[in-house]
């Protein structure tokens, strides 16, 4: 019963003609009855086959037959309405012109009134009945493997919601009820479904009823109510599924598809931001942007928003080939006259470098090109030196060579006081550009290249961080693995992370460090356990978490500032600037050309030392560099030791 096919359109017009015909019948024997006649013509036959022929062509014209009866909606209804409502003007027309012309009517207007109504009601129904037969049956067969769900508001979003599951093929839920957050219409229905009211927490309603799930349609909720919701239910291990604004939406298909389980993004405590459109406008329209790294998650995203902006060029410029593909193909499918240039290159590589500022003349760099990762840049220091050190020299150097106007550098809350060497190499990277925007100023003055760097916490999603790795290890079945059970973490979205980036990268003087309000610090331990809820799973008895110890140079906690930094607002809340101490350049600028020189000789520990000299605040944790922050011992090591 389930494959049944769909009945073809001429068997649905021959079933509306057989309803047609009963209709006409019922009005000629009604009116019979009465001692009136239907036809007062001769002609009856001529006209009764003309009255069925103007139907078929009216069924035709609104196309009645084409919809699936089973699926039938009110425009169906009303394609019928009006499809009778044509046929029956057509034939007043044609009495009264039939009267002038033979001084007499063809037939009884008001049996042809009658007729008419018999007719749609007849039509209407047999669909109405197919219809619940179906629903029916498919409610009664499926019942037992639907999830049984309450939808969490009363207002027209939730009704569409409801609707919209109702249809849904396969079905999903079973909608048991709706839940009024302000309690005033107990003893009304909707949608022939109860609404419930909540006294006490939602989970004792849901059980008192069976429900499994909720949706929550309710937009009205702000993100706090929201939060406390979505708490309640997963402790007691409820399922909990949200929607998009109804203005997103189209049609029903669309709609059921977007009732997705809660995403651990949908509960970060952030309200939107608000972003000055036009300053960035100015700042992007019609320039020729560079942004490095563009296939990575920062990257990417920084250039779809910045497509929104209309610059004249695009230049996404990244090593990685294959996401660097992904990312064309992306940009080529949004539609927009901006110039987008594709090009694979190494930020290492002074000589390419040169031959891209070049060829394209960038008037806005955002430099998002970096290693990120904590435990392998702790292995690799050299390797941190070289892409994130010398790189970002390489860059801001020719920025300053081709009258760049603004270099917009991505850095990291890691690079405050730093424990290891990634945030380390960051850290002096921030202070290179920082310096070279000093000395450009004095050399060139309001021509100078202003030099701007945004630093924030984690990203949620973004490549290698621990969403992605608790989603996958949730799909193997566990276990969580953590570092430790006191560790936080500030996090962010990448979208919200990129406009931040936008808006102080237009807010920029020059030589300004921008940090961003990043929220309540979370307690991984608290996300972990939460994202094996949000799966359906019960933690610690479905799905393991494993604390597995910290990693090298991995703190507890992060922070935005260095110990000897006092941050200044800005008119933006989201954004502060950080007064870091800024360093004569020539100094660090011998300092950082020694330690380039060392890590090519790839000795780990002199690497590590020369990166002390240049960050004083740089102590390694949980780090084999430990040793080198005893001060007897750092003076003891020589320059060329094991790699």
């Excluded at 237009?506 to 799966?535: C, H, Q, S, T, W």
Aim: proline share 3%.
């Amino acid at each position: 019963m389930h494959n049944l096919g769909y009945l073809p359109r001429w068997i649905i017009v021959l079933i509306d003609l057989m309803v047609l015909t009963t209709s006409f019948v019922f009005t000629f024997l009604i009116f019979k009855g009465t001692g009136m006649d239907y036809i007062i013509t001769d002609h009856s036959t001529i006209l009764i086959a003309g009255f069925f022929a103007t139907n078929l062509f009216f069924f035709w014209l609104f196309r009645t037959y084409s919809g699936i009866i089973r699926h039938s909606s009110n425009i169906d209804a009303v394609k019928l309405l009006f499809s009778q409502m044509s046929v029956l003007i057509v034939f007043f027309i044609f009495n009264f012109l039939f009267q002038i012309f033979f001084k007499q009517k063809a037939f009884l207007n008001t049996a042809l009134f009658i007729n008419i109504v018999l007719s749609f009601c007849g039509l209407f129904l047999y669909r109405v009945v197919v219809k619940q037969t179906f629903e029916l049956y498919f409610s009664e067969k499926n019942d037992s493997k639907l999830i049984r769900t309450i939808i969490y508001g009363t207002d027209a979003n939730a009704i569409s919601v409801a609707n919209a599951l109702k249809f849904e093929t396969p079905s999903r839920f079973k909608i048991v009820g709706f839940v009024d957050k302000n309690n005033q219409n107990a003893s009304k229905r909707m949608l022939d479904l109860p609404i419930l009211i909540q006294k006490k927490k939602l989970p004792t309603l849901m059980r008192s009823i069976g429900a499994e799930s909720v949706i929550i349609a309710d937009k009205s909720l702000s993100k706090e109510e929201q939060i406390v919701i979505v708490d309640q239910c997963l402790e007691y291990n409820y399922k909990v599924f949200t929607v998009p604004l109804i203005s997103d939406w189209e049609n029903q298909k669309e709609i059921s598809q977007k009732v997705k389980t809660i995403q651990i993004e949908d509960l970060l405590e952030r309200k939107p931001i608000v972003l000055d459109n036009k300053a960035i406008s100015k700042q992007l329209k019609d320039k020729v942007v560079l942004i490095t790294g563009a296939a990575g998650s920062i990257g990417s995203e920084i250039v779809r928003q910045i497509l929104v902006f209309n610059p004249k060029k695009i230049i996404i410029l990244d090593q990685a080939e294959t996401p660097l593909h992904h990312l064309k193909l992306e940009t080529e499918n949004i539609s927009t006259t901006v110039k987008i240039c594709t090009v694979i290159g190494d930020v290492r590589n002074r000589q390419a470098m040169d031959e891209i500022f070049k060829a394209y003349r960038p008037q806005v760099v955002y430099h998002a090109a970096a290693y990120k990762h904590v435990p392998l840049m702790e292995e690799n220091p050299c390797q941190a030196i070289f892409t994130n050190i010398e790189g970002t020299k390489i860059l801001a150097d020719l920025s300053c060579l081709y009258k760049v106007k603004k270099f917009v550098m991505v850095s990291t809350d890691k690079a405050v006081n730093p424990s290891n060497v990634m945030g380390a190499s960051k850290r002096i990277a921030e202070k290179y550009v920082q310096s070279l925007q000093l000395r450009d100023q004095i050399e060139n003055g309001a021509e100078a290249t202003k030099f701007i760097t945004t630093r924030f916490g984690n990203v949620l999603g973004s490549n290698g961080s621990v969403v992605p790795l608790f989603t996958k290890q949730i799909a193997e079945g566990g276990p969580l693995t953590i570092t430790h059970k006191d560790i936080i973490r500030y996090f962010m979205t990448i979208p919200e992370a990129c406009q931040l980036v936008l808006e102080a990268g237009a807010m920029g003087n020059g030589g300004e460090i921008y940090i961003f309000d990043m929220g309540k610090p979370v307690k991984i331990i608290d996300l972990a356990r939460k994202m094996i809820k949000l799966a359906g799973f019960i933690p610690d008895k479905d799905i393991k978490i494993q604390i597995v110890g910290l990693r090298p140079g991995e703190k507890l906690y992060e922070e935005l500032l260095n110990d000897t930094s006092k941050s200044i607002p800005t008119h933006h809340a989201k954004i502060m600037i950080a007064q870091e101490i800024q360093e004569e350049f020539e100094a660090l600028h011998a300092d950082i050309d020694e330690l380039i020189c060392i890590a090519s000789r790839f000795g780990n520990k002199a690497i590590v030392t020369q990166m002390k000299k240049i960050v004083p605040e740089f102590k390694s944790m949980n780090s084999a560099y430990e040793i080198l922050d005893k001060h007897e011992e750092v003076a003891a090591v020589p320059y060329l030791t094991e790699q």
